[in-house]
């Protein structure tokens, strides 16, 4: 089989599919805001499942209903040649 795994770096489809639901709990705990009690949001899976991507959709909603949104990109430490 060949692997469906397509990198695209957290690039923005033109829809998201499937992911209404979580999203939709997502903004509803903006709402209820800071310390919402039982609301918690963890994206998790498998490479290319589309964590970044929900992650720029939650940080949009959220930029939307005027909180601040920090974020940091992770890079591989230095390695100086030997």
Known sequence: MENPF????GATP????????????????????SGA?????????????GKTVMLGAAQDLAREDGWAVVSETATAPHCPAS
């Not at 397509?6 to 770096?9: G, T």
């Open 6 to 9: 397509r990198p695209s770096a």
């Open 14 to 33: 033109p829809e998201i599919l499937g992911r209404a639901g979580v999203l939709d709990e997502f903004e509803y705990g903006l709402r209820l805001g």
């Open 37 to 49: 009690p039982g609301l918690l949001t963890i994206f998790t899976g498998a490479r290319g499942i």
